[in-house]
C-alpha cells in the first residue's frame, strides 16, 4: 500500500479537526491540537503571516476572550516565571490602558457573555475600534511574555475559520483577511483547508470550565486578581466580576 503523503496528513488532521478535539482530555491536549492545527495550515498556506514573529493580534481592537481555565494557566505561569518586579510592571501597564478606558472594556465583556448573532458581532465592530491604542498587557518588548500559557485563541489566531451562522469569516486580523481574499481570487475558489474555532470554544467551555464561569478578556482577569496592588497567589474561576466593575486597576 502506498504511504499517504505528509501533505494529505496535514490535510486528513485538519478536515478531521472537530472530532480530533472531541477526543481530547485535557487542557493540554487541547492546546497540543491547536498547535498542531496551525502547523499545518501555516505550510499549507504560505502566504499567512501569523507566525512567532508577528504580533498584530496582541495589538489594538484583537481582544481575544478567555474563559477561567485558560486564565487559571496564565496566572499560575505568572505566578511561577514572572518576577515580583515583572509583575508590578503588568499591574502598571494594564492600569494604564485599562483606566482611562473602563467602560470600553466593560462594554467588550458584556458583548461577549451575548449569544453569538450577527447583532453581537455588529456590536464588537462599534466597541472594538475604539481600543486601536491598546494592546495585551502579556505584550513585553513586541514579544508574548507567557507564550508558553497562551489562551486557545491566541493559539488558533490566523489559522482557522470562525462561523457566526449563516456567516464563515476568517478568525485573522484585517490585513490577513485582505490577502486571504486575494489568494481566493486568484485560486478561483472560496473553498479552503482550515478547522473551525467554534468547536474548540464549545470543547473548552464544556468540559474545562465550572457550569457557572464565564469568560472575558484578560485585562479584566486580571483586574480581578489583584490584591492590595499585587496580584493575588490563588485564581479565582468564579469572581465576581460586577465586584470590580466600577473600580480602577
Known sequence: MKPISETRQKINRVQQAKHLVRATQSL????????????????????????????????????????????ERVHQYLLQYYTEDQRKALIDRTREMYNPRKALYWAVHDTIQQDPTPEKLAAFAEILPQLMETQCPMLVDEKCSVYLSRPAKCRAHGTFLFVLPPHVQFHACESEIEKMETFLQEQGSRQVVMPVWNDFEVKINSDFNPPEAI???????????????????????????????????
Open 28 to 71: 493540554d491536549e487541547v492546546y497540543v491540537l491547536l498547535n498542531q492545527l496551525s502547523s499545518d495550515v501555516l505550510d499549507m498556506y504560505p502566504h499567512i503571516a501569523c507566525r512567532s514573529m508577528c504580533n498584530t493580534c496582541c495589538k489594538g481592537n484583537s481582544m481575544p476572550t478567555v474563559s477561567a481555565a485558560e486564565w
Open 215 to 249: 469568560s472575558t478578556i484578560l485585562p479584566i482577569w486580571l483586574l480581578s486578581h489583584i490584591q492590595n496592588g499585587e496580584l493575588r497567589p490563588d485564581t479565582v474561576l468564579t469572581p465576581n466580576f460586577e465586584h470590580f466593575r466600577l473600580q480602577d486597576l
